[in-house]
């Protein structure tokens, strides 16, 4: 941030009166800029013993598998965001179920969400953000080719938990990489 | 928003080519202007049977009642955010537990997370926020003059699942007032 968005006179980067953290303030206009960390949030959805993952068509981690997740929007709920996602990167109906896992990843300032669902049909195809969508059984999961870490995180809980027949919600922090 | 923060041209309210709805769009260098969502993060700090309160010193809802919550700010998990929070408006040390409501408030754009905690002493004094901060119990909640309705929702659950001995994770969309 360079330049006030209300304004366009430059900001500082300064502590504003009554603060204790440093901002973007407008000097011109006294406009303090907040910034705050978003919110991502997915699904997890499930066919029989089957679990939906979408290959990214767009960066980063194009190419990679991910659960079906994005940024949350203005006016909507988390829930709400869930289902748009899954419904934008895999054009599949979902009946969405508890939220499972809620991660901070403090070095990127998100929080990611992963709610469980259930498919409601098989008429599932790649959104413009996907290059394939897929169901896959716990032993045909890659691994290795995983988007992201709070995907892996979600779905060892995921199968770790359905082998013991309950799923209740996970918190925690992603640790930084190194 | 009205100029580019990283150019200080006008922007736009405009759908971005491959996206699906409006955002703030800078013409001259193309630069996107995301905006999303934000979370408040509090708790509901406990001393025996009493829950802790904070009187607001600040806009908006002066005067009133409020579980300590605010803005949960980059660099920090949501549990950092809620003791953070917790110190700055209570002066008030805690053990952090479970997350215990996560609230949607679709009209503000705002997701609100309470987590109980459990208070480790008694040396809690208000805040610059706070006018004042006391302990209550259930009988003596002040329901007419709390400050925001998360707060209100928070309490209630509270002391209905206290009753019934057990505390799991609420989580929903607070309706629009009317």
């Not at 006179?9 to 303090?32: A, K, M, Y």
């Not at 709070?150 to 027949?165: C, I, N, P, Q, Y």
Request: glycine fraction near 6%.
């Amino acid at each position: 941030m360079n330049f006030c968005s209300s304004c366009a006179q430059p900001v500082t980067w300064q502590v504003p009166e009554g603060d204790s953290r440093p901002r973007h303030v407008c000097v011109s206009c006294g406009t303090v800029h907040y910034q705050n960390p978003k919110m991502v949030v997915g699904t997890i959805p499930v066919w029989g013993d089957q679990v939906l993952l979408c290959r990214r068509a767009i960066n980063p981690r194009h190419g990679f598998w991910t659960l079906p997740a994005g940024f949350m929007e203005n006016g909507e709920s988390t829930a709400q965001a869930g289902a748009r996602e899954t419904l934008e990167e895999a054009n599949a109906r979902i009946e969405l179920l508890d939220l499972y896992t809620l991660y901070s990843i403090v070095q990127v300032d998100q929080v990611h969400f992963y709610y469980r669902a259930r498919l409601l049909d098989l008429d599932f195809s790649p959104g413009v953000e996907s290059l394939e969508v897929a169901l896959f059984h716990e032993q045909d999961i890659p691994w290795d080719t995983l988007a992201f870490r709070t995907v892996s995180v979600t779905l060892k809980h995921f199968f770790e938990d359905r082998a013991r027949g309950h799923f209740p919600l996970h918190t925690g922090v992603l640790p930084p990489l190194r």
